[in-house]
């Protein structure tokens, strides 16, 4: 029996299987998915690397490769990461969603629950975003879900495995846990009047 970890009205998330790994390896190798995160050309790799980093994962929700899929029909839309807090407690998310799932809202979505249950974990104190500048709709989606502008960056990739990588200029987005609360407070707030 599948075991999802969290529900949102339309999605639901579950940990990567080693059934999963041909479907990850067509997300990371598409130059669609990964063009704003360096890899124009997507990722060099094959799928017994995929499987093998599934067998690798261990099993938790932080850290490892999880599964979006669409509630209604079960479909896989994308693939999503949750990172290990740091001796920070900065916890920082990864979405890689299908190209035929872009624009409905699904991103926004999973991201908003993404912070939300890191923020159950009280080893998570803050949340952060490093979405690609020029990747508009990545930026905007970080900030709608209260996230603020605290630098800008770049990732070099030198030194990639990957053919064709390149530098990728960022922005570093930031929500703590207090902020994170007072919204939800606020929403509560809206709703009750």
Not at 112 to 140: C, K, M, W
Request: with cysteine; glycine share 10%; hydrophobic share 35%.
């Amino acid at each position: 029996m599948i075991q999802y970890f969290l529900m949102t009205d339309r999605l639901a998330i579950r940990q990567a299987t080693a059934e999963d790994a041909d479907y990850i390896h067509s997300l990371w190798t598409s130059p669609d998915v990964m063009k704003c995160v360096g890899y124009p050309r997507g990722l060099l790799i094959d799928v017994e690397e995929v499987q093998s980093q599934i067998e690798r994962d261990g099993g938790g929700e932080f850290g490892s490769r999880l599964i979006v899929e669409d509630r209604r029909t079960g479909e896989r839309i994308g693939q999503t990461k949750l990172g290990i807090p740091d001796e920070n407690g900065i916890c920082e998310p990864d979405i890689k969603l299908h190209p035929d799932h872009w624009g409905v809202g699904y991103g926004s979505e999973l991201w908003t629950a993404l912070i939300d249950y890191a923020f159950t974990h009280p080893e998570t104190q803050i949340v952060r975003g490093t979405p690609n500048r020029s990747n508009i709709a990545s930026v905007r989606m970080q900030r709608g879900a209260g996230m603020e502008t605290i630098a800008e960056g770049e990732f070099s990739n030198e030194g990639s495995p990957h053919p064709g990588a390149v530098p990728v200029p960022h922005y570093v987005l930031h929500i703590s846990r207090e902020q994170w609360m007072e919204k939800a407070r606020r929403m509560q707030e809206e709703t009750a009047s």
